[in-house]
């Protein structure tokens, strides 16, 4: 049945908080992660041995260039006084923190470092490593960003810390996990934000595989944050020697190598590089794996990579040559299991004319805090699936499949399937940009800042949609938001747009939107969208409407079985009128 049930504004108090055993609501769709999260705003807050009420500044203000429209849940802890603190209750054992966090900006840019320290159950364990360098671009969405304070417009403010606790050292369920700011330790930044605390029992490292070759034995030698040799030579080296060895892998143990700023390493077809797990095995630099030769020729296939984590170095996002953790064309079969990644333009773009992707197979990730998209399907990927992943903060969508004309030929039948993205600080959750029968289901977005959560966009120079696009049971919260410059386009939760051609074959099933910042689900033009289908889809709460039709719009979308509730404005919109045909089914 259509349930259209009323109009009035509905403020919503849904968390982000999910995981293994956090308080708050559970993760019913997304990723199977093995963390608990826990937003700073709902922990104890105090000054020394003084409890005081948590320091939230604007809370659930979406305004673009704000920390709360940055933060999950729109909300945010500030810590500036010498002993201020918050604290959580940890939930289930673990052994490791992860903290989301903002630092200000060097006055003239370019960022600052500080600490911030971590007590369990009130003795210090750890001082934090945090920085802005990593951080605060000014002005609107022009590539290069500034990172000139002058120019105004800040935006891209937090980062992330973590920290693995020493073996032996577990915070056991019901302990207290603080980070406070202590002057004698460091702690001089001039304000702290905390916006998140992820605690995770981190599995303990993964025994070197059979039939392996060593990095250290090739000349790697472990380094201190970056300190140290490059091993990106050894590396290569250990490469090269596993291509003289089909079906060998290389081994990455345990420790943290530097790779430096340039270059690729290539991988060898039916290779795979192998670490101790992405707690334990670092890489540090811009590693720009390929699968095969360098430039435009030579592809391989059967690349696999798991259990390492990359930490990046990118400050800035540039469209030519870009340092991504991994890069090109994936040839046939590749996969990605258990992979860190942060601090790089792209996660992955998978891409590259004449050599396309095909099988690509991307489980049980994380990608975090990139300049560039999460994961770019593009050049015609096909056949992949992204699956079981978490992704936050990433400057562009948190995956894509995009189709290019004359780029590879056409993206076809790809999958992103229980992947949960968080706080994407430049476009969507999950978008697909042409191609055909490519699926997006079991997925939750979480607090996108300037665009929706889902957006099926016939834009971007790309190939004509074919088949079946499906989205279905699948959760955005706090989605939509202001783009472009001066941010006055207001983009719904879910964006069918039929930009540069004809939008065509959309399937919407067991969608719910919740807190829409907008509309819940916008229709837009000027070209035509034709026989789109959202059947079972719930929208709460949306700021203007449910369901939006712009004047621009053309064709026709049916909204079967739907419940629209708390609307600000109304149930449905269309200001298209007779040039746009809204279909209400009941069934």
């Known amino acids: 049945m259509l349930r259209l049930l009323g109009l009035a504004l509905l403020s919503s108090s849904s968390s982000a908080v999910h995981g293994r055993g956090s308080s708050g609501p559970q993760l019913t769709r997304g990723s199977g992660v093995t963390f608990d999260e826990y937003e700073a705003e709902h922990g104890k807050c105090g000054v020394g041995s003084a409890p005081a009420p948590c320091h939230v500044p604007q809370p659930g203000n979406r305004s673009f260039g704000s920390f709360s429209s940055e933060s999950s849940g729109r909300q945010s802890v500030r810590l500036a006084r010498d002993g201020e603190y918050v604290e959580v209750a940890a939930g289930g054992?673990?052994?490791?923190?992860?903290?989301?966090?903002?630092?200000?900006?060097?006055?003239?840019?370019?960022?600052?470092?500080?600490?911030?320290?971590?007590?369990?159950?009130?003795?210090?364990?750890?001082?934090?490593?945090?920085?802005?360098?990593?951080?605060?671009?000014?002005?609107?969405?022009?590539?290069?960003?500034?990172?000139?304070?002058?120019?105004?417009?800040?935006?891209?403010?937090?980062?992330?810390?973590?920290?693995?606790?020493?073996?032996?050292?577990?915070?056991?369920?019901?302990?207290a996990v603080r980070l406070q700011v202590d002057a004698r330790r460091g702690d001089t930044a001039p304000f702290y934000m905390v916006d998140l605390i992820d605690l995770e029992m981190a599995a303990s490292p993964r025994a070197r595989p059979p039939n392996s070759l060593s990095i250290v034995d090739f000349g790697a030698q472990r380094s201190e944050r970056g300190g140290g040799a490059d091993a990106r030579a050894a590396i290569q080296a250990t490469l090269d020697a596993a291509a003289k060895r089909p079906g060998w892998s290389i081994w990455i143990p345990a420790g943290e190598f530097a790779v430096g700023a340039e270059g690729y390493l290539i991988v060898p077809g039916n290779t795979a590089v192998v670490g101790a797990g992405m707690w334990h095995s670092n890489l540090l630099g811009n590693t720009r794996f390929k699968c095969g030769a360098q430039g435009n020729g030579g592809g391989a296939n059967n690349?696999?990579?798991?259990?390492?984590?990359?930490?990046?170095?990118?400050?800035?996002?540039?469209?030519?040559?870009?340092?991504?953790?991994?890069?090109?064309?994936?040839?046939?079969?590749?996969?990605?299991?258990?992979?860190?990644?942060?601090?790089?333009?792209?996660?992955?773009?998978?891409?590259?004319?004449?050599?396309?992707?095909?099988?690509?197979t991307i489980s049980d990730c994380r990608i975090r805090n990139t300049y560039a998209d999460g994961v770019n399907l593009c050049n015609g990927a096909s056949n992949s699936v992204i699956q079981r992943s978490h992704f936050r903060n990433t400057g562009d969508d948190s995956v894509a499949t995009w189709s290019p004309k004359g780029e590879g030929g056409t993206n076809a039948n790809n999958t992103v399937r229980?992947?949960?993205?968080?706080?994407?600080?430049?476009?969507?959750?999950?978008?697909?940009?042409?191609?055909?029968?490519?699926?997006?289901?079991?997925?939750?977005?979480?607090?996108?800042?300037?665009?929706?959560?889902?957006?099926?966009?016939?834009?971007?120079?790309?190939?004509?949609?074919?088949?079946?696009?499906?989205?279905?049971?699948?959760?955005?919260?706090?989605?939509?938001?202001?783009?472009?410059?001066?941010?006055?386009?207001?983009?719904?939760?879910?964006?069918?747009?039929?930009?540069?051609?004809?939008?065509?074959?959309?399937?919407?099933?067991?969608?719910?939107?919740?807190?829409?910042?907008?509309?819940?689900?916008?229709?837009?033009?000027?070209?035509?969208?034709?026989?789109?289908?959202?059947?079972?889809?719930?929208?709460?709460?949306?700021?203007?409407?449910?369901?939006?039709?712009?004047?621009?719009?053309?064709?026709?979308?049916?909204?079967?079985?739907?419940?629209?509730?708390?609307?600000?404005?109304?149930?449905?919109?269309?200001?298209?009128?007779?040039?746009?045909?809204?279909?209400?089914?009941?069934?």
């Open 418 to 587: 229980a992947v949960t993205a968080q706080l994407p600080w430049r476009a969507n959750c999950f978008a697909v940009y042409g191609g055909n029968d490519h699926t997006v289901e079991d997925c939750r977005c979480l607090d996108t800042v300037s665009y929706p959560g889902v957006s099926i966009t016939a834009g971007f120079g790309s190939n004509a949609f074919g088949g079946t696009t499906t989205i279905r049971n699948t959760s955005l919260v706090r989605a939509g938001g202001p783009m472009f410059q001066p941010h006055t386009q207001p983009f719904g939760a879910l964006v069918l747009w039929a930009q540069q051609f004809d939008l065509a074959g959309v399937r919407v099933g067991g969608v719910t939107i919740d807190d829409a910042t907008f509309s819940g689900v916008q229709i837009r033009g000027p070209h035509t969208v034709s026989g789109a289908v959202l059947a079972n889809t719930t929208i709460a709460g949306s700021a203007t409407y449910g369901v939006e039709v712009r004047s621009d719009a053309e064709g026709s979308a049916t909204l079967r079985d739907a419940s629209i509730s708390g609307s600000g404005e109304s149930a449905t919109h269309n200001a298209a009128m007779a040039s746009f045909k809204l279909i209400l089914e009941q069934l």
């Open 303 to 360: 690349c696999s990579y798991a259990d390492f984590a990359i930490q990046g170095l990118v400050q800035q996002r540039t469209n030519k040559g870009s340092p991504h953790g991994f890069v090109d064309a994936a040839g046939k079969g590749s996969s990605l299991s258990r992979v860190w990644v942060e601090h790089t333009a792209c996660g992955y773009w998978v891409g590259q004319p004449g050599l396309p992707t095909d099988g690509l």
């Open 93 to 175: 054992a673990a052994n490791s923190v992860v903290v989301r966090y903002s630092i200000p900006d060097a006055p003239a840019g370019g960022g600052i470092n500080s600490s911030l320290s971590l007590y369990i159950d009130g003795a210090f364990q750890a001082s934090l490593a945090v920085t802005s360098r990593f951080a605060w671009d000014y002005g609107y969405w022009a590539i290069p960003y500034s990172q000139d304070p002058a120019d105004g417009g800040a935006h891209h403010f937090f980062d992330e810390a973590r920290v693995l606790l020493p073996p032996g050292v577990i915070i056991a369920a019901g302990t």
